[in-house]
């Protein structure tokens, strides 16, 4: 059993990408080889240019380091160290040292250049999910990989986290890929591309909540059968541009 099937998709660059689907469809494994953390069975992924196929796992860690932020449900945050400490982790382990002002100009992007000494306890959900951008953002990724990224917080804290991801989308052309199962975290992308069993079964451009949550309600009555094939993906890397979302006005 293939968990994706003759998936063809390419993230332009400087776009917002949302990719929902029904349990099992396949979201976090397509995910999950766009961003060099799987290997599919066949096909190809290629990330800013990069081929991943070809690369030795040394060369893949080192791409994903360097070329690839991810952001998590789960904040994992190491808890005895600041903020700041926290976002130059990637870097420290690259056995690179921060250049000065680089660690609070990436908090500074996300709103907590105040917080910089701050530890995870000591901070809201939002605060901490936020730190965690920081954290992805600083290595200045070509691509932002979002699994669940507001399935933690709250309401209004989602909306803060989401209108901060749709303003990097829009101010500094961050090409952005989130897996979400909400309609309301969808309609801050570009578009939405819908997976029914490891398959596309659509794509939604300029998204509203009620638009999507329609599609979703269709395919969840849809949704059965076990796929098999071969996965494949394309991931582009970012470049300077401007994108507006269709559903949400931050």
């Not at 070329?67 to 870097?91: C, D, E, K, M, Y």
Request: net charge positive; with cysteine; charged share 20%.
């Amino acid at each position: 059993m293939a968990a994706l099937d003759g998936v063809d998709l390419d993230f332009g660059a400087g776009t917002f990408t949302a990719v929902m689907g029904p349990s099992g469809s396949g979201k976090s494994t397509l995910l999950q080889c766009a961003a060099g953390l799987d290997r599919p069975s066949g096909g190809t992924v290629q990330v800013d240019g990069v081929e991943l196929a070809g690369l030795s796992e040394r060369r893949l860690t080192l791409l994903r380091r360097e070329r690839i932020g991810f952001v998590f449900q789960a904040f994992n945050l190491l808890p005895s160290l600041t903020a700041a400490q926290n976002v130059a982790l990637p870097l420290r382990l690259a056995g690179r040292r921060p250049a000065r002002g680089a660690v609070r100009e990436a908090l500074a992007r996300v709103g907590l250049a105040e917080r910089a000494g701050h530890r995870p306890a000591q901070l809201s959900g939002g605060q901490q999910q936020r730190v965690a951008l920081a954290r992805a953002l600083i290595t200045r990724p070509a691509v932002l990989f979002g699994d669940e990224p507001t399935g933690a917080l709250d309401t209004t804290t989602s909306r803060e986290v989401l209108c901060l991801l749709r303003e990097l989308v829009d101010r500094e052309g961050q090409t952005t890929v989130m897996v979400t199962h909400d309609p309301v975290a969808a309609s801050y992308a570009d578009r939405v591309v819908f997976l029914v069993d490891g398959r596309v079964s659509g794509e939604l451009a300029r998204p509203t909540v009620e638009a999507v949550a329609a599609r979703m309600a269709g395919l969840e009555r849809r949704a059965g059968g076990a796929p098999a094939g071969t996965a494949t993906g394309t991931a582009a890397g970012s470049a300077a541009g401007t994108a507006v979302a269709g559903g949400v006005t931050c």
